[in-house]
């Protein structure tokens, strides 16, 4: 780990739906083998605080709701000098526990604990369902445009730290 690497985190679980979609990405991405790239996937995003502390920039994709189609893209800049995260659209499906904090919450934490990377790009993709079971026909159906969208982010990123 160095700051000169960024930082993939595919965020969300593996089994509920269209939350699955952040792992499935980072996997792709992580097939890449692209230098001074460390791929990881987390369910809990508490986990973010000290996991991209080191880390020059991070990119983070998850599954959003803000009402709009599944499979929509959504792509937001969260540095530690952006604007803060819409809770609303970056809270964890409705469960209790820890994953009611979501990832505004960790990206604001962090941000306030100072280990927030300068560099933090989010790719949202758009969850039409956080069921327990495959994902949705739409997010699976948008998985390819989801890859491409973070490995065009993920460039910029890694060109921001040369």
Known sequence: ????????????SPDRGDDAVGAAVAARLE??????VDVVTREDPTQLVQLWEGHGAALVIDA????RPPGTLHIREVGDAGEPL????????????SHAFGLAGAVELARTL????????VVGVEAGTFDH??????VEAKL???????????LELRKELE
């Open 1 to 12: 780990m160095t700051d000169k690497n960024v930082l993939v985190v595919g965020l969300g």
């Open 31 to 36: 097939e890449m083998a692209l230098d001074r």
């Open 64 to 67: 959003v709701m803000s009402g």
């Open 86 to 97: 819409p809770t609303h659209a970056f809270t964890a499906a409705g469960r209790g526990g």
């Open 114 to 121: 100072g280990t927030l990377p300068t560099h933090v790009t």
């Open 133 to 138: 079971g495959p994902m949705s026909p739409e």
């Open 144 to 154: 390819d445009d989801a890859v491409k969208t973070a490995a065009a982010e993920l």
